[in-house]
């Protein structure tokens, strides 16, 4: 910081206007065209009752009041929790606990190439082979568990085994990427805070809750914003996966969205759109806040 | 004192088997769909573990190329990922640079922006973008699927840390000797910058060969899909029945086309791991 600041005034002194802005030019023209005015025009949309064609007719909170008292909405919004719940704590407890183990590890290596190389894999690839491991008559899932005498399990065809299926599915293609995060933050934590509780005679499992946890707080509460916007935003999984079915058991809240663009109900659409936005910050910053106030206590 | 016993023996020998059946359900699903997708339709159905290297056979291959235009795919997908790669990785460390070395008004608004962007649900640009795109008359268009996300908010803040830790005294040095901006950034600043130019440059080709939610809202005509959604339209032919009762060699082929898509990412995966993996480490890094 402190250099930052000398070098501030430094630059200030030689006065180049015009450079600073020719290079970051084409970030704003980008962001600008893609990003900053698409959204205000969204918000415009919101209070309309557009199809896609013709006149923007303003009709006030209407999509807002359809969608908030709508079942369809509240569904795809459970939805999306139930898949937060079983993805988000899940993904945290083994990334945790696979970074720790990784930290001492030899051939770190070769190990961490084998947990991320499903975050590389083309997601819609891999959703094929769930579908077809997952299938309820011939997937090698189900016939492995007939092999040890357990009964077949309808992954694909019941409302729960589908939501099961498509959290295998995130969190098979996740947590690699939460482990090499989780890392990284361990690896800032200097080794003779170790030692010395080694001293002082604490163990693995009370080093592991008094140093460890306390000192990757923030790395974990990144890992878990990460995990919410990912889980709030699926869309490819559970599209490729269960197109939403059985019974719009999956369908999350980004596949709700995208059926009101398959309906050109786009004003609706923005509206929901907006929705989202407001339940993704707000679960964001919970996470954040939740996790900050243990580093302080 | 620490003294070696049964302790730290137990500890490793859990620590190892921890690891290594993390890694090996990492990679199983990999192996599964490469090795029956060499495998005859009906054995993937009627013996999904067994490998028997004298059945393995290239049908599937073979017939997945009779119903799937996927060299088009590819062709595609290489033209969006050189094009939009080449964009992303030239913005990004301009704009790091301005941010990271220059003071100039409105700074603080716009990094500010980086930061909120980085924020924000994809989803939620679905719509508009799309309508924009109609206005623009750019459905179903190249530029479509190259321009809108042709800069990242990640990769503007990771250069601008990267840059933040070049020395000032070297980019003063060159202003003395008579260099431009341009030229300072062009050969200072890039050459310095490039491992985690390099890492950039991973993740974002990976980011966009995976991209799958713009490119299948954005284009509605076979000649412009990429090859991701060309494999879930295929995957939904399938879930509607549209392709009859062969089941055995439909997976036989889905798999082959699977395997097709994700080899090109594998490779760059396994030449360039050291990058990619230093590049999602330095996200968690500034917290």
Not at chain 1, 18 to 40: E, K, Q, T
Not at chain 1, 133 to 156: C, E, H, R, T, Y
Not at chain 2, 239 to 265: E, K, N
Request: aromatic share 10%.
């Amino acid at each position: 910081m402190a250099t930052t600041r000398r070098s501030a005034q430094r630059v200030r002194r030689r006065r180049v206007p015009v450079a600073p802005y020719l290079f970051v030019a084409p970030f704003v023209l980008v962001f600008a065209g893609f990003s900053a005015y698409p959204i205000f025009f969204a918000l415009q949309l919101s209070f309309t009752n557009w199809h896609g064609a013709g006149a923007l007719e303003i009709i006030g909170f209407a999509n807002y009041r359809y969608l908030l008292t709508s079942p369809d909405f509240w569904q795809s919004m459970a939805t999306s929790g139930v898949l937060w719940l079983l993805v988000v704590p899940a993904q945290v407890l083994v990334a945790l606990t696979i970074a720790v183990a990784l930290r001492k590890a030899k051939f770190r290596g070769v190990f961490s190439a084998a947990l991320i190389a499903p975050f590389v894999t083309p997601l819609v690839a891999m959703a094929q082979v769930w579908i077809i491991l997952f299938d309820k008559d011939f997937g090698a899932v189900n016939q492995g568990l007939s092999s040890i005498g357990l009964p077949a399990i309808g992954w694909l065809t019941t409302s729960a085994g589908a939501k099961v299926t498509v959290a295998l599915l995130v969190l098979w293609r996740t947590t690699g990427y939460a482990v090499i995060l989780l890392m990284a933050g361990l690896s800032t934590i200097p080794s003779d805070v170790y030692e010395a509780a080694t001293i002082d005679g604490a163990g693995a499992w009370h080093q592991f809750w008094s140093i460890t946890v306390p000192l990757v707080t923030r790395t974990l509460s990144f890992v878990v914003v990460i995990g919410t916007l990912t889980v709030f935003q699926l869309f490819a999984e559970p599209y490729v996966v269960t197109g939403g079915g059985p019974f719009n058991a999956t369908r999350t809240a980004g596949l709700y969205l995208y059926k009101h663009i398959t309906n050109s109900d786009l004003g609706l659409g923005a509206a929901n759109s907006m929705l989202l936005v407001v339940m993704v910050l707000a679960l964001s910053l919970a996470s954040i806040r939740l996790l900050r106030s243990r580093e302080d206590s | 004192m620490k003294r070696p016993g049964t302790g730290t023996q137990l500890g490793a020998l859990g620590r190892y088997g921890l690891l290594t059946v993390a890694a090996v359900l990492g990679l199983a699903p990999l192996l599964w769909m490469m090795v029956s997708s060499l495998k005859p339709g009906a054995d993937i159905i009627s013996s999904p573990f067994s490998f028997d290297p004298g059945r393995l056979t290239l049908t599937n291959f073979r017939s997945m190329l009779d119903t799937i235009p996927i060299g088009t795919g590819f062709r595609n997908t290489a033209i969006v990922v050189v094009l939009k790669g080449a964009l992303t990785m030239i913005f990004c460390p301009m704009a790091g640079f301005a941010f990271a070395k220059y003071v100039f008004p409105g700074k603080r608004l716009l990094f500010a922006t980086v930061l909120t962007t980085l924020m924000l649900p994809t989803l939620v640009l679905l719509i508009p973008l799309l309508l924009e795109m109609s206005q623009l008359g750019w459905v179903s268009t190249f530029q479509a699927l190259i321009l809108p996300g042709a800069i990242d908010a990640f990769g503007v803040f990771w250069m601008r840390q990267v840059i933040l830790a070049i020395p000032d005294e070297l980019l003063d040095a060159a202003r003395v000797d008579g260099a431009n901006e341009l030229r300072i950034f062009v050969s200072i600043v890039v050459p310095v910058i490039r491992p985690g130019l390099a890492a950039l440059g991973v993740l974002t080709f990976i980011n966009i060969y995976n991209d799958f939610v713009w490119p299948v809202v954005a284009v509605n005509d076979e000649q412009h899909q990429t090859l991701q959604v060309m494999l879930s339209a295929l995957a939904q032919n399938i879930r509607s029945g549209q392709l009859g009762a062969d089941w055995t060699s439909v997976w036989g082929q889905l798999l082959a086309a699977s395997t097709v898509a994700a080899i090109p990412v594998l490779i760059v995966f396994v030449v360039l791991q050291r990058h990619l993996i230093k590049g999602v480490m330095a996200g968690s890094l500034k917290g």
